[in-house]
């Protein structure tokens, strides 16, 4: 338990509700906290966004503050990196590491997933799942009336299938996407 940069033999992850596997750099991206972490294939950790401080504070890297960090996915094209700040916004991260705004409207987002060349959010208070085209940020309703909304996963196929996790509940839900939506 903590927040300690280093090799994997000396750093420490605090809270990690969301990971993220970035097939481009190989690296794995953490939500840790009020940080997103990045875990080089050598092992090394590294806070790449966050200050650690609790906050909104948009900036570059480490300038950057976040209410609490639940989850980051990566645009494989751009490299853009869309976060989930429980203070009921989407932050997005340029690959430079500049961080701001990209969409608000949430009540404590848990979960992103990207498909489709959507990003999909767990809008956990509202009890929805959201998608938004990643060029225009205009968020639609998917899925409504789901108490407790918390994590979301694609299948790796490209078949459109969504996995909905619920905490509380201890149930996951699936739903098929139509063809059209993809």
């Known amino acids: 338990q903590g927040s300690q940069d280093g090799h994997l033999s000396q750093a420490r992850l605090g809270t990690v509700p969301g990971m993220f596997y970035d097939g481009l750099s190989g690296d794995v991206l953490t939500a840790d906290g009020r940080t997103v972490r990045q875990l080089a294939p050598s092992g090394k950790l590294t806070t790449w966004l966050g200050s650690g401080a609790k906050g909104y504070t948009e900036g570059i890297g480490r300038a950057a503050e976040f209410d609490a960090v ?43 997933a990207l498909f489709g060349g959507d990003l999909w959010v767990a809008d956990n208070l509202n009890a929805r799942i959201m998608s938004a085209p990643l060029s225009t940020a205009a968020a639609e309703t998917f899925a409504s009336g789901l108490s407790h ?34």
């Open 149 to 182: 909304v918390l994590k979301l996963a694609f299948t790796p196929s490209g078949s459109g299938v969504l996995f909905v996790s619920m905490y509380l509940t201890d149930v996951v839900h699936k739903y098929v996407l139509p063809s059209a939506t993809y």
């Open 70 to 112: 639940w989850d980051v996915v990566i645009d494989q094209e751009s490299g853009d990196a869309y976060i989930a700040d429980y203070n009921n916004v989407i932050r997005k991260a340029t690959p430079g590491g500049t961080v701001g705004t990209w969409l608000i409207g949430f009540s404590q987002p848990t979960g992103l």
